[in-house]
C-alpha cells in the first residue's frame, strides 16, 4: 500500500486502477476480474497503468547500462583480450626467433665441422702427394744412379771383351804356328797363318 | 494472497512520480531494473578491474561472455555486424541478469512484464529499421523480395515477407516475456501445493513430496530458461541486425 491517500485523491478515477496491491488482494488465480472495481483485477503484466513508468525506468536503466557497457565494460574487456592476444603472439614470435636463431647457429657448426672436415681432408691429401713426389724423385735418382753404374759397367764388359777378342787372333796364330811345327816339322810363313786363321775365324 | 500465482508480477510504487499527469512512479519493477544494471554491471566492472592477464575464474565469466556475445554476433551478422556488439552485449546481460535475479524467492522478475519485453523487442526491430534505411535507403526494402521467386507469386511473398517482419517484435517479446511468466508462476503453483497439502497431516505431508521434487526440477529448469532465453533473444537480435546490415542476402 503504497499509494498514499492524498496521491490517490490527486489522480483521477483510475486512480484506485494504480494499486495493485489491492488488486492482488481480491483477485484469484484465474487472473478474471472481480466485480466492481474498476478494471483492477486484470492480470498484472497486462495492466497497463504501469506501462508508462515501467518503459520510462526501462529506458532509464538499460540506456545507463548501455551506456557502461559501451563507455567502460566492452572497451575494458575488449583491450585485456587484445592485450592477451598481443602477448601471445608477441611470445610466438620470440619463439620462432630464438628458433631461427638456433637454426642458424646449428647451419653454421655443420659448416663449420664440414670446413675443418675438408681441411683435414686436404691437409692429407698434401702430404700424400708430397710423400709421393718425393718417393717418385728418390726412385728417379736411384734409377739414374743404377743406370750409371750399368752403363760403366757395359763399357768396361764391353773394352774387355774387345781386348780379349783381339788377342784370340794371336794366340791361335802361334798355337797354329806350333801345331804346324810340331805336325809337318817345316815352317808355314806367318802370313799363311794369319789368312788360314782368319778364314776359319771368318766361318 | 500468498497463495496466488499471478501475486509476484503485482507492480507496486515506492515512490510515486507523475509528470504531466502520466505515472512515472518508481515501482518495484524499476527497483529491480535498477539491480539488475548494478549487479550486472558491477559484476562485469569489478571482475575485470584486476585486468590480469592470466584471468582468474570471475574474470574468465566476463570474458566468456564477452567472446560468447561476439562471435555470435560475428557468425549472425558478419563483421560489419560488430558496430551493433554493445548493444547485443547489453541486452543479453541485462535479460540474463534480470531473468537470474528473478529466481531469488520474494525477487520481483523484470522480464515477466510483457511491456518490458515489448519495448526490448521494439528497441531491436526500431534500430534494425532506421540502421537499414540509413545505411542502404530504399534498397532496405529489397529485404521483402526474395531472389529467385517466379513473377506471379511476388505479390503472395512480399506479403508473407512483411507479415512476417512485422510480427518479429511481437515474438521476440512475447517468447521472453511467456517463458518467464509461465515459468514463474509454475514453479509458485507446484510449491503451493507443497504448503497446502502439507497442512492436511501426515498423509498431506507424504503427499506433498511429489510437488516438492517437481518444485526442485522446475528450478533447476527455470534457471536452464533463464540463460536460455535470453541467448534466444540476443541470438534472434544478431539474425535481425544481419538484416539491416545485408539486406536481400536470404
Not at chain 1, 728418390?138 to 763399357?155: F, M, S
Not at chain 2, 574468465?60 to 549472425?76: D, N, P, Q
Not at chain 2, 512476417?164 to 509458485?188: D, E, Q, W, Y
Request: net charge negative; aromatic share 10%; glycine share 8%.
Amino acid at each position: 500500500m503504497f499509494v498514499t491517500a492524498a496521491y490517490a485523491q490527486s489522480t483521477t478515477p483510475e486512480g484506485e486502477a494504480h494499486d495493485p496491491a489491492a488488486a492482488g488482494e481480491v483477485h484469484t488465480e484465474t487472473g478474471v476480474a472481480p466485480e466492481g472495481e474498476h478494471g483492477t483485477g486484470v492480470f498484472p503484466p497486462f495492466d497497463s497503468s504501469h506501462f508508462a513508468s515501467q518503459v520510462l525506468w526501462l529506458a532509464i536503466t538499460f540506456g545507463l547500462f548501455y551506456l557502461l557497457m559501451s563507455k567502460v565494460i566492452i572497451p575494458r574487456i575488449g583491450g585485456i583480450l587484445e592485450t592477451r592476444h598481443d602477448r601471445i603472439a608477441q611470445d610466438l614470435d620470440e619463439a620462432s626467433r630464438l628458433k631461427g636463431e638456433a637454426d642458424a647457429a646449428i647451419a653454421s657448426y655443420e659448416q663449420e665441422l664440414a670446413s675443418a672436415r675438408a681441411k683435414g681432408h686436404s691437409i692429407a691429401d698434401t702430404a700424400r702427394e708430397a710423400a709421393k713426389a718425393k718417393a717418385t724423385a728418390d726412385r728417379t735418382a736411384v734409377e739414374g744412379d743404377l743406370a750409371k753404374k750399368i752403363a760403366a759397367a757395359e763399357t768396361r764388359i764391353a773394352d774387355i771383351k774387345s781386348k780379349a777378342l783381339a788377342d784370340v787372333g794371336a794366340i791361335a796364330e802361334e798355337t797354329a804356328t806350333a801345331v804346324v811345327k810340331q805336325l809337318i816339322g817345316g815352317t808355314v810363313t806367318k802370313a799363311e797363318i794369319a789368312a788360314a786363321v782368319k778364314a776359319s775365324a771368318g766361318n | 494472497m500468498s497463495n496466488d500465482p499471478t501475486h509476484q508480477f503485482l507492480v507496486n510504487k515506492i515512490v510515486p512520480i507523475e509528470i504531466g499527469g502520466i505515472d512515472f512512479s518508481f515501482t518495484n519493477a524499476s527497483l529491480f531494473m535498477v539491480a539488475t544494471v548494478g549487479a550486472a554491471a558491477g559484476f562485469l566492472y569489478l571482475t575485470t578491474s584486476e585486468r590480469g592477464l592470466i584471468p582468474t575464474r570471475m574474470q574468465s565469466v566476463s570474458e566468456m561472455s564477452y567472446e560468447f556475445i561476439a562471435s555470435m554476433l560475428r557468425e549472425g551478422a558478419g563483421s560489419h555486424g560488430m558496430k551493433f556488439f554493445p548493444m547485443v552485449f547489453s541486452l543479453f546481460m541485462f535479460i540474463l541478469t534480470a531473468n537470474l535475479l528473478g529466481m531469488f524467492p520474494y525477487f520481483f522478475t523484470v522480464t515477466s512484464q510483457i511491456i518490458v519485453t515489448f519495448a526490448l523487442a521494439v528497441f531491436v526491430i526500431g534500430t534494425v529499421i532506421l540502421y537499414g534505411f540509413y545505411k542502404h535507403g530504399l534498397s532496405f526494402l529489397k529485404l521483402f523480395v526474395p531472389h529467385g521467386v517466379p513473377g506471379a507469386l511476388l505479390p503472395l511473398v512480399v506479403a508473407i515477407e512483411v507479415i512476417s517482419f512485422l510480427s518479429r517484435p511481437i515474438s521476440l517479446s512475447v517468447r521472453l516475456f511467456a517463458n518467464m511468466l509461465a515459468g514463474h508462476i509454475t514453479l509458485k503453483v507446484f510449491a503451493g501445493f507443497v504448503a497446502s497439502l502439507s497442512a492436511f497431516g501426515a498423509l498431506g505431508i507424504g503427499g506433498a513430496v511429489l510437488p516438492l521434487l517437481m518444485t526442485v526440477a522446475l528450478t533447476g529448469l527455470e534457471f536452464l530458461v533463464a540463460f536460455l532465453q535470453a541467448y534466444v533473444f540476443a541470438v534472434l537480435t544478431c539474425m535481425y541486425l544481419n538484416d539491416a546490415v545485408h539486406p536481400g542476402s536470404h
